[in-house]
């Protein structure tokens, strides 16, 4: 959770360098962003202040974390509520969500910010596990008897959030949202990458899931792709880094 106080500051520290183009009647201006696991949309607040700011309209799909199933549905509901096309943004285990809640005709492109990006066939368990993946070790991740996981607190700031200030990471290592058994072995379908523009944030700092892994990714999908220096939480980190290739991407489409 990042202070209102500081989502503001950071917000008008961009809009005075200009680094964002104001969106005109003619763009792509609707941003759908879905978070990832152990985490609500509301660390989503300086990205969504830069650009709404900057003329954009931003809506957080709120996630179970029960089922992919469930958060693709969720996330389907958020789109079908925008007035025209719309950019879909997802984070960590929300790149699985967009990848197939991209196929709707109303998704314009879509942006992976340090996002697992999956081929049919693919979990994030799978990937996790694969050759380039380093994910987070299997002590920091707790599993109750249901199958829920969260990321054991003392572990969290190093594992997800090494870049912000104690405080913030205290309070989101204790206010995970738990993320079922599903979350993590569902295969994923037919990728959306395919058919529509990407993009891809590589979080050079990422302790969650492998810069090598998220590079790997998107160069097989073909994303256009940035790299910042930043934690797996680069949204709530660099939130001006995030919010520039949002706009990028939407002006992209709108052209």
């Given at each position: 959770?990042?202070?209102?106080?500081?989502?503001?500051?950071?917000?008008?520290?961009?809009?005075?360098?200009?680094?964002?183009?104001?969106?005109?009647?003619?763009?792509?201006?609707?941003?759908?962003?879905?978070?990832?696991?152990?985490?609500?949309?509301?660390?989503?607040?300086?990205?969504?202040?830069?650009?709404?700011?900057?003329?954009?309209?931003?809506?957080?799909?709120?996630?179970?974390?029960?089922?992919?199933?469930?958060?693709?549905?969720?996330?389907?509901?958020?789109?079908?509520?925008?007035?025209?096309?719309?950019?879909?943004?997802?984070?960590?285990?929300?790149?699985?969500?967009?990848?197939?809640?991209?196929?709707?005709?109303?998704?314009?492109?879509?942006?992976?910010?340090?996002?697992?990006?999956?081929?049919?066939?693919?979990?994030?368990?799978?990937?996790?596990?694969?050759?380039?993946?380093?994910?987070?070790?299997?002590?920091?991740?707790?599993?109750?008897?249901?199958?829920?996981?969260?990321?054991?607190?003392?572990s969290f700031a190093e594992a997800f959030?090494?870049?912000?200030?104690?405080?913030?990471?205290?309070?989101?290592?204790?206010?995970?949202?738990?993320?079922?058994?599903?979350?993590?072995?569902?295969?994923?379908?037919?990728?959306?990458?395919?058919?529509?523009?990407?993009?891809?944030?590589?979080?050079?700092?990422?302790?969650?899931?492998?810069?090598?892994?998220?590079?790997?990714?998107?160069?097989?999908?073909?994303?256009?792709?940035?790299?910042?220096?930043?934690?797996?939480?680069?949204?709530?980190?660099?939130?001006?880094?995030?919010?520039?290739?949002?706009?990028?991407?939407?002006?992209?489409?709108?052209?």
């Amino acid at each position: 959770m990042i202070r209102h106080s500081i989502s503001l500051a950071v917000a008008g520290l961009i809009l005075s360098a200009g680094s964002l183009s104001v969106a005109s009647a003619a763009d792509v201006k609707n941003i759908v962003i879905v978070h990832g696991a152990f985490v609500d949309g509301a660390g989503w607040r300086p990205v969504s202040d830069i650009l709404t700011k900057h003329g954009y309209k931003v809506t957080i799909a709120q996630q179970s974390l029960i089922s992919p199933a469930d958060d693709v549905a969720a996330t389907k509901r958020v789109l079908d509520l925008q007035d025209g096309p719309s950019i879909l943004v997802g984070h960590s285990a929300g790149g699985m969500i967009i990848s197939e809640a991209g196929k709707a005709d109303n998704v314009a492109g879509l942006v992976y910010i340090a996002a697992f990006q999956p081929e049919k066939g693919e979990s994030i368990v799978k990937l996790a596990t694969s050759d380039l993946s380093t994910a987070m070790k299997e002590s920091k991740v707790k599993t109750l008897k249901d199958g829920y996981s969260y990321i054991e607190p003392n572990s969290f700031a190093e594992a997800f959030a090494a870049d912000l200030p104690k405080e913030t990471t205290d309070f989101l290592a204790h206010s995970q949202v738990f993320a079922s058994k599903a979350i993590f072995s569902t295969e994923a379908g037919e990728p959306a990458w395919k058919s529509k523009k990407s993009w891809a944030l590589v979080a050079t700092d990422d302790k969650s899931i492998n810069p090598e892994l998220e590079r790997s990714m998107a160069k097989r999908a073909g994303s256009t792709v940035v790299e910042v220096k930043a934690s797996h939480a680069v949204y709530a980190s660099q939130p001006q880094e995030v919010a520039k290739l949002i706009a990028e991407a939407a002006q992209a489409v709108s052209k």
